[in-house]
């Protein structure tokens, strides 16, 4: 895979410098898309090896995601509406706030959290926040049969359920997980297998040397390819007035898986 290699934005001139992996050299005016591409990748890098996504809270909660990323998810949830927001990996259980306070501003909805170790700090507040009414938490692993057999219970087959994968991402666990949760999905809904970015990390500050196939991205293609009912489709975006029309700036490349048949 051909790969941006390095940068140089030229502010006086306006452009940037791009070499790529298979060492071609390309240069952009820097109100390009092939510039924002470029510009992003950089910024993503330098966000993982900063712990950038480390630095936000919703409604009181740490929540350790780009705000790109949140944003566009939302975007995602109120064109699916969904009755049940699931998510697997809960940490500090501010995504699960997130959610939950998408839901109840749309007047619908509530959120499953699934955790193989809610630590108990993290669950009193979680417990004590003004949205807890909205939240189900579930300790255990998220592919374990106990797991599986209580969300099944839990869920009314009336409900309409989109999944986010968030837990292990290791590419055999996330593989395990869609084919577990996929179950739950309805034609038109999504089931999201996040950070795959972690392929583009390898070499980087907490990155391990098989991410560049060990990772969320290689489980959700290998999902697509075996089961035809469901397609790696990036939703639409609602509203953009810009030129900016792919989602550079994220760390979950092929994420959105959607159910089709």
């Known amino acids: ?138 300790e255990g692993s998220s592919t374990s049969p106990q797991i599986i057999d209580q969300i099944s219970k839990d869920l009314n087959p009336e409900e309409r359920v989109i999944v986010f994968l968030d837990a292990n991402h290791t590419k055999q666990h996330v593989l395990d997980e869609l084919h577990l949760y996929s179950s739950f999905i309805p034609v038109g809904s999504y089931v999201v297998a996040m950070d795959g970015i972690m392929q583009d990390m390898v070499g980087a500050p907490r990155s391990d040397e098989d991410w560049d196939w060990n990772n969320p991205t290689q489980a959700a293609k290998e999902f697509v390819a075996k089961n035809d009912n469901f397609i790696i489709e990036e939703p639409e975006i609602p509203f953009n007035e810009g030129n900016i029309t792919d989602r550079d700036l994220s760390y979950w490349p092929h994420a959105f898986i959607k159910r089709i048949g």
């Open 1 to 138: 895979m051909n790969q941006i290699k390095s940068i140089t934005i030229n502010f006086d001139k306006n452009n940037v410098d791009i070499t790529n992996s298979d060492m071609t050299s390309l240069t952009h005016d820097i109100g390009t898309k092939e510039a924002f591409k470029a510009i992003s990748a950089a910024m993503l890098r330098s966000g993982w090896d900063n712990k950038y996504v480390y630095s936000f809270s919703w409604l009181g909660r740490p929540i350790i995601q780009l705000p790109d990323d949140m944003i566009r998810i939302q975007e995602l949830i109120y064109s699916v509406k969904p009755d049940v927001v699931l998510e697997t990996g809960v940490a500090h259980g501010g995504s699960l706030i997130f959610y939950a306070s998408i839901l109840k501003a749309m007047g619908k909805g509530r959120v499953i959290g699934i955790d193989i170790d809610i630590r108990a700090h993290n669950r009193k507040a979680i417990e004590e926040h003004a949205l807890y009414d909205a939240i189900t938490l579930f």
